[in-house]
T-cell receptor, first 117, second 113 residues
Framework: AQTVTQSQPEMSVQEAETVTLSCTYD???????LFWYKQPPSRQMILVIR??????QNATENRFSVNFQKAAKSFSLKISDSQLGDTAMYFC??????????????FGKGTHLIIQP | GAVVSQHPSRVICKSGTSVKIECRSL??????MFWYRQFPKKSLMLMAT?????????EQGVEKDKFLINHASLTLSTLTVTSAHPEDSSFYIC?????????FGPGTRLTVT
């Protein structure tokens, strides 16, 4: 079974600062995917960024980037130039994908990120 | 990505009654859908995997007779909470399997009184 650990229940930074959210996971699988999802107060889950485990290059999406350390089983999210709209719950998630299709996501407990004006 | 809808967005029902939640993939053929449950200020927990035309696969600890899942078409999966009790009150979210990611519906808030 997979586990995902987010050790920061809440973080608060000033607007325009850079913030890093941490995530570690445990698995015996070799083929898997890692995600960061954002859940604003509307509770709609929004995909922030995705990383395929077989790719060594860290994924980036505009102001969002990850630091994927496969050997350490670490997958942190860096948000640059933080904006008020980034205030939300952020969930780290893990998914395996066998030949028959995807498995359900395993989520961490989440980090409540607050961007202060 | 795929557009996923859920209906209803909110529902209140009395203890002992059943309630059905629909999850629709509006622009994507969904062979596989997933159902999650989220308690207030908690994370999402996978309840079951819904496969079109076959029985759902339930996670350990999820009562299959209480949470009935039907996935009769490539665009619709339904979750029926049978004989609901106050402890079933929660936020239920479905997702559609895409290409190496999942697309989420907006969720359904169930309150059992």
């Amino acid at each position: 079974a997979q586990t995902v650990t987010q050790s920061q229940p809440e973080m608060s930074v000033q607007e325009a600062e850079t913030v890093t959210l941490s995530c570690t996971y445990d698995t015996s699988e070799s083929n898997y995917y890692l995600f960061w999802y954002k859940q604003p107060p509307s509770r709609q889950m929004i995909l922030v960024i995705r990383q395929e485990a077989y790719k060594q290059q860290n994924a980036t999406e505009n102001r969002f980037s990850v630091n994927f350390q496969k050997a350490a089983k670490s997958f942190s999210l860096k948000i640059s130039d933080s904006q008020l709209g980034d205030t939300a719950m952020y969930f780290c998630a893990f998914m395996t994908h066998s030949g028959g299709g995807a498995d359900g996501l395993t989520f961490g407990k989440g980090t409540h990120l607050i961007i202060q004006p | 990505g795929a557009v996923v809808s859920q209906h209803p967005s909110r529902v209140i029902c009395k203890s002992g009654t059943s309630v059905k939640i629909e999850c629709r993939s509006l622009d994507f053929q969904a062979t596989t859908m997933f159902w999650y449950r989220q308690f207030p200020k908690k994370s999402l927990m996978l309840m079951a995997t819904s496969n079109e035309g076959s029985k759902a696969t339930y996670e350990q600890g999820v009562e299959k007779d209480k949470f009935l899942i039907n996935h009769a078409s490539l665009t619709l999966s339904t979750l029926t909470v049978t004989s609901a009790h106050p402890e079933d009150s929660s936020f239920y979210i479905c997702s559609v399997e895409g290409l190496y990611e999942q697309y989420f519906g907006p969720g359904t808030r169930l309150t059992v009184t």
